[in-house]
Structures are given as C-alpha cells and as structure tokens.
C-alpha cells in the first residue's frame, strides 16, 4: 500500500469512528427508553466500544498512522481525546510516548507493579486532570439544558467510565502484568480476530503493536 493511499484510508477510518460515535451518541441521548428493556445495557456497552475506538483513534494519531500530513493527523488526535472526555492531546502524547520509551520502568507511566486496583488507579491518576474534570461538569451540566440527566448519565457518563477499564484491562494489564522474555516485557493475545478487535481493537496483540508502533490500529492484526 502506497503512502498517500495508507494517509487517505487512514483519514477514513478515524472519521468513521468519530461518526459511529457521534451518531450514535446523538440518538441514544434522545432515545425515550424504558428500563426494562433489555437493549439499553446492550448499547451501553455498544458506547463504550465506540468510546474506546476515540481514544484508540488519539492513539493512532500519537504514533502519526492517521496522516502523513501532520496537521491533519493531529487535528484527529486532539479531536478525538477532546471528545473522549476532554483530555489534551499534546500531554497525552508526551505520556504516552514515555510508556513506549520507558516501558516497565518507574518513567513508565502506565506501570504500575501493584495488582490490579492500584495499578488502574495510579493509571488513571497519571492521565486525568483538574481541567479536565471542569470542562467535564460544565459539559454536563450544559447538555442538562436540552436533555434527560438520565440519559446524560447512562450513555453518556458511563459509556465513558467503563471504557477506561476496557483500554486499561485489555490494553494495558493483560500485556504487561507479570515477567516477560522480550524487551518491550509485552504479551500477546492468541491469534483471534474477533476477540482482538471486540475487546481493544486489536490492541491485545500487544507485543506486535511495541514492535511496529506506527502500525494503525486497523491493520495490527496483520502483524499477527
């Protein structure tokens, strides 16, 4: 695949997530819902897939696979993390890269060699700020104008909330939990698509995403 044509799918592909989501998002905090039934808990976690296909779309722009044009890639990084629940992408970005660079080391800032609860803790400590908490309540508290807190909370808020443990738990834990034989102390998910794609988009397949970072989210299974 040539360079320009990866850029330009590349560009597709961020832009279908952002519209999966936005579209969903849009008519599910509209959606006059009754609490019995049963499609309401399955769209939450339809929203939180979707939610975390955001943030893997700031990842992607991180390691610059959306476009070789810089300023559109990033213009999708900080979109998507912005969307996501109001993070900065040029601090994400440092972080991140610091994991890549010091990974396992007390530099690295998604380690954490706690078990599981401390570790998503000083996880999400690392990442969430003051501002962003702001920006966050009066969101909230805007949107509240127009629409049911209810809907606000169950698919909007939580949709979120539970994607944080998806990237942390499938993303990060699973691969780097315990001793490894390879220097980027990753490992791998046996080799199932499906699965790959449902529980991180791909992103199990960890060990391959250290070794080709600049691999986009939606051909890592490639490396597999």
Known sequence: MGKNQSSFLGVIVAS?????????LYFLLRWDFAWNNPLVYLMI???????????ITAHDAMHGTISSNKSINNFFGYL??????????NKLYSK??????????PNDPDFAPHGFWRWYLRFMLNYVTI?????????????????KQENLLL???????????????????????GEHDNEYHASTLQKNHFIAFITCYFFGYHLEHHQKPHMP???????K
Not at 16 to 24: D, G, Q, R, Y
Not at 45 to 55: A, E, I, K, N, P
Not at 217 to 222: G, I
Request: hydrophobic residues 55%; charged residues 0%; glycine residues 4%.
């Open 16 to 24: 279908i997530v952002i519209l999966c989501w936005f579209l969903s």
């Open 45 to 55: 976690f339809v929203q939180m897939h979707l939610y975390t296909g955001l943030f």
């Open 80 to 89: 998507s993390v912005f969307l996501y629940a109001g993070f900065f992408y």
């Open 96 to 105: 991140h890269h610091n994991h890549h660079n010091h990974v396992h080391t």
């Open 131 to 147: 501002i962003q908490l702001v920006i966050m309540a009066v969101a909230f508290n805007v949107l509240q104008i127009w629409l």
């Open 155 to 177: 698919f909007w808020v939580l949709p979120s909330l539970l994607s944080t443990f998806q990237l942390f738990y499938f993303g990060t834990y699973v691969p780097h939990r």
């Open 217 to 223: 989210w939606w051909q890592l299974y490639k490396t």
